[in-house]
């Protein structure tokens, strides 16, 4: 093997690091004969990197060449890097290879712009195409799709990745231009605007024709970054809930921002990653998706940010004492997902049990219910204990962001210890 | 107390339900034949009859769904201790309540039963993530893996219908039988001696010939995607769990 491919792999794996997508997710196909591959509903992630975030896909840039100048970026033009470039055939080979062995899931690919959106695209999607049709690859397909690509670019994307993306970036217009001067929303939203058409257009036709091709049957993701820029969480999440309204949006990614060119200055300088924030934003966009939360309840005008020492459930609940405790035995669905400490698979739980008979807490606790949270917000037709109304607002959350005292480890070496009151 | 003893087959452990059923004796726990029983117990060995374990499940059918009773059988193959006893009372409730059980979790035994079929969910689907496949030099697709609970068999359709157009051997190094697909279908083997290092890597010299090398860019790869502001090693022990270190190529 040529020994270029082990500095082109490296070189052009750390370029593209810092796209969060990874999901293997969202569709089914099934080796149809004798070929390789298949997908699995739920995604399957086969290694973990020592920061902790999954591998799941071969997650790499075709090239990372660009002739666009993002002061985010460290691919950006005016950094002096190397620079490489794989070939389509190349990197065909290094997805099978690495499939075959069971590394990956599939491959997620990204490039740094070339000359121009269409000329990049239409690479990208060769590698795509080969997988497909030549080597009759059915694993997962995850595509970048590059701003201002042209619509019939993308429409072929469809027919052979699983799923398409195109990075919002920033979480307001005015942001963006400021950092990406090349970039506008509306290079974003185009090719957006082109996938959801498209995802439509397929679902439309399979109606009528049961063999039509499939386009993009993952939908689309985007991302962007979090902390690089003066926008407030009610920004961010206004938008992704904007997104999320889409019918092809599928997952929007929240990336902390870490400084890759601390020279820029449009750009705050930061010592580490905001990563709680990162992790409290995570949360938020779990609570509209799975918990029936609309975006004005988790910030508003009032709350435009985010609580950092508690998680956006726990503020809402706090918020909201008049609205607790629940019943867990009559309550609905919904407000028994929006009790802290319970989350969506023991409300699950609790709402097949309770037809067999009444639930105790005993029962709440062996689910798998968080009892230390949700014994404020609860009343399971037991003595009463107290609940946030009567023990306030302040004591739980107070109880609840207390830090352990870690125990102390008892040490006996057969010595007794006289305590003469000296410090030390 | 009463134990009962049974061959540790699915079909032995049904068995034991029809046996306790027609004497009206029912056991306080059934162990495998390896375990020692205790001094004054009782105890009742169960011959395995498949005629017996056929009408178990006949009557079982006609109680729970498909999916519960293939829950049972998961949760047999967890091999944790005590597990047995678990589910021969569950097959108690089930066929002698007037509605189906399945789903009142508020039944100790129905909710250990659905934990422990998580749990071995939960490994079945590590042997999917963390099986790394060495290419041997007869173009065979080898790897070796150490679960916890018995879940080999649970993968051979994933496996099978993924690496459709080429042979592979999945080992269990703990039971000591793998799983082999030959382009057909898939067998069980067992090997006597499997010549393997402890981190379960074949003699070099058996292996393809670009083995090596697309195994060095594995560990490259991982290296490189690693964003270094954001290490966090204990994240990355609770998703892969350092007993499945041994045999991961990226981690020898």
């Not at chain 1, 217009?173 to 185009?190: C, G, H, I, M, W």
């Not at chain 1, 039509?212 to 920004?235: E, W, Y």
């Not at chain 2, 699915?10 to 034949?33: H, M, N, S």
């Amino acid at each position: 093997m040529d020994s270029k491919i082990f500095d082109k792999l490296k070189i052009l794996a750390e370029a593209a690091k810092f796209d969060v997508s990874c999901a293997s997710s969202g569709t089914t196909r099934d080796n149809p004969g004798k070929s390789i591959g298949s997908t699995s509903g739920w995604g399957i992630c086969h290694s973990f990197t020592e920061d902790g975030r999954c591998v799941s896909l071969l997650k790499i840039m075709l090239t990372n060449c660009c002739i666009y100048d993002c002061a985010y970026c460290a691919n950006r033009k005016s950094n002096d890097i190397r620079r490489t470039t794989f070939s389509v055939s190349e990197l065909v080979e290094l997805t099978i290879e690495f499939y075959r062995r069971n590394y990956i899931e599939g491959l997620f690919l990204s490039s740094g712009i070339v000359r121009n959106a269409d000329y990049t695209m239409e690479r990208m999607v060769r590698v795509a195409k080969d997988l497909r049709t030549v080597h009759n690859y059915n694993g997962y397909i995850h595509l970048k799709s590059i701003p201002g690509t042209s619509r019939e670019l993308i429409v072929e994307a469809g027919l052979y990745a699983d799923r398409l993306s195109c990075n919002i970036e920033m979480p307001s217009e005015e942001s963006l231009r400021l950092v990406a001067p090349d970039k506008n929303y509306q290079s974003v939203y185009t090719p957006m605007q082109y996938i959801q058409q498209g995802f439509l257009q397929g679902k439309e036709d399979r109606k009528k024709y049961r063999h039509a091709p499939r386009f993009a049957p993952a939908g689309q993701s985007t991302q962007m970054i979090i902390g690089g820029s003066p926008d407030n969480d009610m920004k961010i999440l206004s938008l992704s809930d904007a997104l999320y309204q889409r019918p092809a949006m599928k997952r929007v990614y929240y990336s902390g921002y870490i400084p890759v060119n601390t020279y820029d200055a449009r750009l705050p300088a930061l010592n580490a990653p905001p990563l709680v924030r990162e992790n409290r934003l995570y949360q938020a966009d779990w609570l509209m998706r799975f918990y029936h939360f609309k975006v004005d309840e988790i910030v508003n005008d009032a709350h435009p940010n985010l609580e950092l020492d508690i998680d956006p459930k726990l503020s809402w609940a706090l918020r909201h004492p008049e609205a607790f405790p629940v019943n867990i035995n009559t309550a609905d669905y919904e407000m028994i997902l929006r009790v802290p400490g319970i989350g969506v698979k023991s409300a699950k739980l609790i709402v097949t049990s309770r037809r067999y008979g009444q639930l105790t807490s005993g029962h709440l606790q062996k689910m798998g219910v968080v009892m230390k949270r949700a014994r404020f917000f609860i009343s399971c037709n037991e003595l009463a204990v107290s609940t946030v109304h009567e023990t306030g607002t302040e004591y739980v959350r107070k109880a609840l962001t207390a830090i352990p005292k870690k125990k102390k480890k008892k040490t006996d070496d057969g010595q007794l210890v006289i305590d003469f009151g000296v410090g030390g | 107390m009463l134990y009962f003893i049974y061959d540790n087959t699915f079909e032995g452990l049904l068995t034991c339900v029809f046996d306790a059923f027609y004497r009206r004796e029912f056991p306080q726990k059934i162990v495998g034949k390896d375990i020692v029983v205790p001094l004054f117990t009782e105890s009742f060995e169960v011959i395995t009859d498949e005629v017996k374990s056929e009408r178990v499940l006949a009557a079982l059918r006609k109680k729970i769904s498909p999916s519960a009773l293939r829950m049972l059988f998961v949760d047999y193959l967890s091999e944790i201790e005590g597990i047995e006893i678990v589910i021969f009372h569950y097959i108690q409730k089930a066929v002698t309540a007037k509605q189906s059980i399945e789903l009142n979790f508020a039944d100790a035994d129905v909710l250990e039963l659905s934990k422990v079929y998580k749990k071995v969910a939960r490994e079945e689907e590590r042997v999917r993530q963390f099986v790394r496949f060495q290419k041997t030099a007869d173009d065979i697709y080898f790897a070796v893996i150490e679960p916890i609970h018995n879940v080999l068999l649970l993968t051979a359709d994933f496996f099978k219908n993924r690496y459709a157009d080429q042979q592979w051997i999945v080992y269990d190094t703990r039971r000591k039988y793998g799983l082999f697909y030959n382009l057909n279908t898939v067998e069980t083997v067992c090997f006597d001696n499997l010549d393997i290092s402890p981190s379960g890597n074949i003699n070099p010299e058996k292996l393809a010939e670009s083995e090596l090398a697309f195994r060095d860019l594995w560990k490259d790869y991982l290296k490189a995607i690693t964003i270094r502001e954001r290490i966090n090693l204990k994240l990355q022990r609770q998703f892969m769990p350092v007993r499945f270190w041994k045999y991961l190529t990226e981690k020898n």
